[in-house]
Nanobody, 123 residues
Framework: QVQLAESGGGLVQAGGSLRLACEAS????????MGWHRQGPGKQRESVAS???????NYGDSVKGRFTISRDNGRNTAYLRMNSLKPEDTGVYYC?????????????????WGQGTQVTVSS
């Protein structure tokens, strides 16, 4: 129903920057909140950032002031700009999105997750 394609991970030195992208495709009426979680080595999965369809954002405490999430509703795509990266930002980043599948009342909803993209920050 909803598929997410992630791109943009990689290896970067501490202090560097990366941008992740997450594009939703498939059969749906609208894509609502989009965001990323991450899971570092030996750590639990944690929320990184999210953005609603009308642009309201939320960030995890550890990334506030360094990461910026944005989206292009016309392309059903969200972006995560990561600046001032630290070794502790290393992990697999998973995009997620909530969708209304039809325009019904109430509409059926679906939550999709991407396959994950590796971000490695070297010290």
């Amino acid at each position: 129903q909803v598929q997410l394609a992630e791109s943009g991970g990689g290896l970067v030195q501490a202090g560097g920057s990366l941008r992740l992208a997450c594009e939703a495709s498939g059969s749906f009426f609208s894509i609502n909140t989009m965001g990323w979680h991450r899971q570092g080595p030996g750590k639990q999965r944690e929320s990184v950032a999210s953005i609603t369809r009308d642009g309201r954002t939320n960030y995890g405490d550890s990334v506030k002031g360094r990461f910026t999430i944005s989206r292009d509703n016309g392309r059903n795509t969200a972006y995560l700009r990561m600046n001032s990266l630290k070794p502790e930002d290393t992990g697999v980043y998973y995009c997620h999105a909530g969708a209304y599948l039809t325009s019904g009342n109430p509409p059926p909803v679906s939550t999709a997750w991407g396959q994950g993209t590796q971000v490695t920050v070297s010290s």
